[in-house]
């Protein structure tokens, strides 16, 4: 990973690192590792975050069905 500094604006290139290590998901992982977690409580977890996930996707095509009409 490579972030180029151009004419000195070095507060330009740290928001394009952070926006990048946010969207590779490096802060969620640290978060997730930061302590230790049982497998029961991790799966649950995982459960909760895939339902938000499929309640975003759906906010999300429901938004585009509306936008299409």
């Not at 802060?27 to 977690?37: C, L, N, Q």
């Amino acid at each position: 990973m490579e972030i180029k500094v151009v004419n000195n604006q070095v507060e330009r290139a740290m928001r394009e690192l952070k926006r990048l290590l946010i969207r590779e998901g490096l802060f969620k992982e640290i978060k997730k590792r930061r302590y230790y977690a049982k497998p029961s409580v991790r799966n649950k977890l995982k459960r909760e975050e895939a339902e938000k996930t499929r309640h975003k996707d759906r906010k999300r095509a429901a938004a585009r069905a509306r936008n299409f009409l």
